[in-house]
């Protein structure tokens, strides 16, 4: 729980107090005084009697009691200051502005830890070091620039970087983005991103609560806990983008497997969001851009009207929409002759609605009525209405600001000309409070990322029922590294998963006396080798005695073989299920097209553990090649049922078995009827 003493102080100090407004402790001092604080504000300084008009003291042990405290001193000053706080002056709130701590040496770790002890042993609660400050409705403890517009519906903003934070706020302020709260974490010593997301589920009010959350992070230190949180506000009504930066494939670790190969840390952060619901942007432009849609009504359905008095635009923002699952429906019958009957000669309304560049504020007010009350296939509406210098645009502003307060449907306003009508945008995001999006692709692109991120998956979802006693006993039983043959099988029989049933041959004579038993055609591929098609181990349709004989003596050779696996032949789609285990995250379960291609084409879907029938089925669907899977050009098709529940029961298994490190079933043979494990491994990492 975060000390009310940090959210709601009635006292607050700044360490470190400076008359210079362009140094830290000046600054801070400065917006706190320009705040709507209203308790009592005390300044700390040894060389100062007074500063920006208060009384300074020379220490902090000559304070009187206070709830809050901001520093601005040197690293190796605050341990002691931090003391007296804590222990003499029952302060409960701790902004720490200075930096030199763990993010720059050991001794800078180690003083930062002294600080942390210090105030968990008051309940007190810190935001920092290194960071450029906390503000709220309250007070604004941040000694960067600039303070936005502060209000109880505006973004709850989290950050880890207070740079960032300047250029975020900057960005969203200028179109008309208000906020709530804006926490700089810093270091996170104490409080980080996950904590604040737990404090805002916490104390969730749903009359008084702010309803969008905006992240950036350079690390997630708690997925569970972040997920736990996120998915528990977005169940309540909150709407969360968030940018986790650091995404490149340098980051990526080498894996001996296909599925550590294509699993990653991002990789883990994509299906973490995808699981919360949380919509992931990659860049400032983007996140505030969605976080503004998020302060709209929210758009129930794909379907959207274009209105516009220029072509050009129109035409760039239907082809983003449409390119990303968006629909921009033709609008005809008699109410869209009769619309088109109000409207200018060469107007059209076929969507884009475009009532030409002479078209007045009435029109428009017109076409959003028709909109709202006759148009039954549009879900929201954008207007777009700039201006090529010629007049001014107060009055189109005015009617579209009245039209966004009465209308059942979502209105977005994207107002191209902020030069030409500068005073009019002004205007119309200062005064009437609104927001602008002006750039249409950009706005396009936001809003159909948010329609395709799903509504955050169960955290417990009903899973299939497997041994989980007869997958402990064999776990507990295996030592670390690659398992053998008897025990994968029996794995996978316990997690209730098809498997072929294979034997392993050391000699030609064993070799031909399976064959003769089994039968025609067969599977034979070395046992040793990890990739086995690298080496030109797999050898299919072995459909005769001599060709067993022959591939068995050209097997046994290839380095590492030291047996030779042999089967019966499988018919059907390749597919792949693997799983690996990614630190603080858990498991991973990815999916897709099976066998070479999986490292070709990489279309591959991930999904943290568990997984439940329903998420992976919706993920499937998502695959480049779910054509393939559904069959096509006469060819069989995969039982979708089938994969999808055997997706679910190596989640199961994993979640069961935590220290299976990497596994791969690949491929997997599916048609109509069944899907087999041809192929498996499984490695431990206790």
Same mark, same amino acid.
């Given at each position: 729980? *975060?000390?009310?003493?940090?959210?709601?102080?009635?006292?607050?100090?700044?360490?470190?107090?400076?008359?210079?407004?362009?140094?830290?402790?000046?600054?801070?001092?400065?917006?706190?005084?320009?705040?709507?604080?209203?308790?009592?504000?005390?300044?700390?300084?040894?060389?100062?009697?007074?500063?920006?008009?208060?009384?300074?003291? /020379?220490?902090?042990?000559?304070?009187?009691?206070?709830?809050?405290?901001?520093?601005?001193?040197?690293?190796?000053?605050?341990?002691?200051?931090?003391?007296?706080?804590?222990?003499?002056?029952?302060?409960?709130?701790?902004?720490?502005?200075?930096?030199?701590?763990?993010?720059?040496?050991?001794?800078?770790?180690?003083?930062?830890?002294?600080?942390?002890?210090?105030?968990?042993?008051?309940?007190?609660?810190?935001?920092?070091?290194?960071?450029?400050? $906390?503000?709220?409705?309250?007070?604004? !403890?941040?000694?960067?620039?600039?303070?936005? %517009?502060?209000?109880?519906?505006?973004?709850?903003?989290?950050?880890?970087?207070?740079?960032?934070?300047?250029?975020?706020?900057?960005?969203?302020?200028?179109?008309?983005?208000?906020?709530?709260?804006?926490?700089?974490?810093?270091?996170?010593?104490?409080?980080?991103?996950?904590?604040?997301?737990?404090?805002?589920?916490?104390?969730? @009010?749903?009359?008084?609560?702010?309803?969008?959350?905006?992240?950036?992070?350079?690390?997630?230190?708690?997925?569970?806990?972040?997920?736990?949180?996120?998915?528990?506000? *977005?169940?309540? !009504?909150?709407?969360?983008?968030?940018?986790?930066?650091?995404?490149?494939?340098?980051?990526?670790?080498?894996?001996?497997?296909?599925?550590?190969?294509?699993?990653?840390?991002? &990789?883990? &952060?994509?299906?973490?969001?995808?699981?919360?619901?949380?919509?992931?942007?990659?860049?400032?432009?983007?996140?505030?851009?969605?976080?503004?849609?998020?302060?709209? %009504?929210?758009?129930?359905? /794909?379907?959207?009207?274009?209105?516009?008095?220029?072509?050009?635009?129109?035409?760039?923002?239907? @082809?983003?929409?449409?390119?990303?699952?968006?629909?921009?429906?033709?609008?005809?019958?008699?109410?869209?002759?009769?619309?088109?009957?109000?409207?200018?000669?060469?107007?059209?309304?076929?969507?884009?609605?475009?009532?030409?560049?002479?078209?007045?504020?009435?029109?428009?007010?017109?076409?959003?009525?028709?909109?709202?009350?006759?148009?039954?296939?549009?879900?929201?509406?954008?207007?777009? $209405?700039?201006?090529?210098?010629?007049?001014?645009?107060?009055?189109?502003?005015?009617?579209?600001?009245?039209?966004?307060?009465?209308?059942?449907?979502? *209105?977005?306003?994207?107002?191209?000309?902020? #030069?030409?009508?500068?005073?009019?945008?002004?205007?119309?995001?200062?005064?009437?409070?609104?927001?602008?999006?002006?750039?249409?692709?950009?706005?396009?692109?936001?809003?159909?990322?948010?329609?395709?991120?799903?509504?955050?998956?169960?955290?417990?979802?009903?899973?299939?029922?497997?041994?989980?006693?007869?997958?402990?006993?064999?776990?507990?039983?295996?030592?670390?590294?690659?398992?053998?043959?008897?025990?994968?099988?029996?794995?996978?029989?316990?997690?209730?998963?098809?498997?072929?049933?294979?034997?392993?041959?050391?000699?030609?004579?064993?070799?031909?006396?399976?064959?003769?038993?089994?039968?025609?055609?067969?599977?034979?591929?070395?046992?040793?080798?990890?990739?086995?098609?690298?080496?030109?181990?797999?050898?299919?349709?072995?459909?005769?005695?001599?060709?067993?004989?022959? =591939?068995?003596?050209?097997?046994?050779?290839?380095?590492?073989?030291?047996?030779?696996?042999?089967?019966?032949?499988?018919?059907?789609?390749?597919?792949?299920?693997?799983?690996?285990?990614?630190?603080?995250?858990?498991?991973?379960?990815?999916?897709?097209? !099976?066998?070479?291609?999986? =490292?070709?084409?990489? @279309?591959?879907?991930?999904?943290?553990?568990?997984?439940?029938?329903?998420?992976?089925?919706?993920? #499937?669907?998502?695959?480049?090649?779910?054509?393939?899977?559904?069959?096509?050009?006469?060819?069989?098709? &995969?039982?979708?049922?089938?994969? #999808?529940?055997?997706?679910?029961?190596?989640?199961?298994?994993?979640?069961?078995?935590?220290?299976?490190?990497?596994?791969?079933?690949?491929?997997?043979?599916?048609?109509?009827?069944?899907?087999?494990?041809?192929?498996?491994?499984?490695?431990?990492?206790?």
């Amino acid at each position: 729980m *975060i000390n009310p003493k940090l959210l709601d102080p009635k006292s607050i100090v700044v360490v470190g107090a400076s008359n210079d407004v362009q140094k830290p402790g000046g600054k801070v001092l400065k917006n706190l005084l320009d705040s709507n604080f209203k308790g009592n504000i005390y300044a700390v300084n040894p060389k100062e009697d007074e500063v920006q008009g208060l009384k300074c003291y /020379r220490s902090v042990e000559e304070l009187p009691q206070t709830d809050c405290a901001i520093l601005a001193i040197a690293a190796k000053y605050c341990p002691a200051s931090v003391d007296v706080l804590a222990k003499q002056k029952a302060c409960g709130g701790f902004i720490i502005l200075s930096a030199g701590f763990g993010e720059e040496s050991e001794e800078g770790a180690r003083l930062e830890k002294q600080i942390v002890d210090t105030i968990n042993s008051v309940n007190g609660s810190l935001i920092g070091p290194n960071c450029t400050g $906390f503000l709220n409705t309250n007070y604004c !403890g941040a000694f960067d620039a600039p303070i936005p %517009p502060l209000n109880s519906k505006g973004v709850e903003f989290i950050t880890g970087s207070g740079a960032t934070a300047v250029f975020i706020k900057e960005y969203g302020m200028t179109n008309g983005l208000s906020f709530n709260s804006v926490w700089a974490v810093g270091n996170s010593a104490q409080l980080g991103i996950e904590d604040v997301l737990e404090h805002l589920d916490n104390t969730f @009010d749903p009359e008084t609560s702010s309803r969008v959350i905006m992240l950036y992070m350079e690390n997630i230190r708690n997925p569970q806990k972040m997920l736990k949180h996120a998915t528990s506000l *977005i169940g309540k !009504g909150c709407r969360i983008a968030g940018i986790k930066s650091g995404s490149s494939s340098a980051g990526s670790r080498a894996a001996s497997s296909h599925t550590g190969a294509l699993a990653s840390s991002d &990789v883990a &952060v994509d299906a973490l969001f995808r699981k919360a619901g949380i919509v992931r942007c990659h860049n400032r432009e983007e996140l505030t851009t969605v976080c503004a849609i998020f302060m709209h %009504p929210e758009v129930q359905g /794909r379907n959207i009207a274009i209105i516009t008095h220029a072509g050009g635009p129109a035409v760039m923002l239907t @082809d983003t929409l449409s390119n990303n699952g968006m629909e921009v429906p033709h609008i005809e019958g008699p109410a869209a002759d009769e619309l088109l009957g109000k409207l200018f000669a060469g107007s059209s309304v076929g969507n884009p609605i475009d009532f030409l560049a002479t078209g007045t504020a009435e029109q428009l007010g017109i076409i959003i009525d028709y909109c709202n009350d006759k148009f039954d296939n549009i879900d929201a509406m954008c207007v777009i $209405f700039g201006s090529p210098g010629l007049f001014p645009n107060w009055e189109v502003y005015r009617v579209l600001d009245e039209k966004m307060k009465t209308s059942r449907k979502p *209105i977005f306003p994207i107002l191209p000309s902020v #030069v030409n009508v500068k005073d009019e945008i002004e205007d119309f995001i200062q005064n009437k409070h609104r927001i602008n999006f002006p750039e249409e692709c950009v706005f396009g692109n936001a809003l159909a990322k948010i329609a395709n991120t799903p509504k955050p998956q169960p955290l417990n979802p009903a899973m299939p029922e497997i041994d989980v006693k007869a997958i402990r006993a064999i776990i507990d039983s295996c030592e670390d590294g690659y398992i053998g043959l008897k025990e994968i099988r029996g794995l996978l029989d316990a997690a209730k998963i098809t498997h072929k049933n294979e034997v392993e041959v050391t000699t030609a004579d064993e070799a031909v006396a399976y064959a003769r038993k089994q039968g025609y055609p067969l599977v034979m591929k070395v046992v040793g080798p990890i990739h086995k098609s690298d080496v030109g181990g797999v050898v299919l349709n072995v459909n005769d005695e001599e060709t067993v004989v022959n =591939e068995f003596n050209r097997l046994i050779k290839i380095k590492d073989t030291y047996a030779v696996e042999m089967t019966k032949m499988f018919y059907g789609t390749e597919l792949f299920i693997g799983a690996s285990r990614e630190e603080k995250f858990g498991h991973q379960v990815l999916f897709g097209l !099976g066998g070479i291609f999986i =490292e070709v084409l990489k @279309d591959v879907r991930a999904a943290l553990a568990p997984v439940s029938v329903n998420e992976a089925a919706a993920l #499937v669907k998502e695959l480049k090649s779910y054509k393939i899977i559904q069959g096509v050009r006469g060819q069989e098709p &995969v039982n979708e049922q089938l994969f #999808v529940e055997t997706i679910s029961r190596v989640s199961a298994l994993v979640s069961a078995a935590p220290e299976i490190a990497e596994m791969d079933l690949n491929p997997l043979i599916g048609n109509a009827t069944s899907l087999t494990a041809v192929d498996a491994r499984i490695r431990i990492e206790k």
